[in-house]
């Protein structure tokens, strides 16, 4: 596999809020099938933000080190460009719907 196609593994998105021993109120998003994938923020976007930029660089340090990445599913591009057109046209759909991601 590439390393885009490493980055574009639709890993699972797991999002709390939590409240710190000061009392303050984060968002921590987290990779769950990537280990030592977190990021916390005082917004869910920024949260997310930093998880994706956390993801790229746990990846690239995953393969200089040899050690084998997650791949619980396949990346976004290679699930649409296996497809007949019906069935691209069906992903695409899908995508507006807001029910899988786009690649």
């Known amino acids: 596999m590439t390393l885009d196609e490493y980055f574009a593994i639709p890993y699972v998105l797991r999002m709390e809020s939590v409240e710190r021993p000061d009392g303050d ?3 921590r998003a987290a990779y769950p099938e990537l280990p030592g994938c977190t990021a916390e ?8 933000e930093m998880l994706d930029a956390a993801k790229r660089q ?3 340090e995953m393969l200089k080190h040899g050690e084998p990445v997650p791949v619980p599913r396949p990346p976004l591009q290679s699930i649409v460009s296996g497809l007949d057109r019906g069935r691209v046209e069906f992903a695409r759909w899908l995508a507006k719907q807001g029910r899988i991601g786009e690649s």
């Open 58 to 60: 746990r990846i690239e």
């Open 25 to 27: 109120w984060v968002r």
């Open 41 to 48: 923020a005082a917004t869910p976007t920024e949260a997310i």
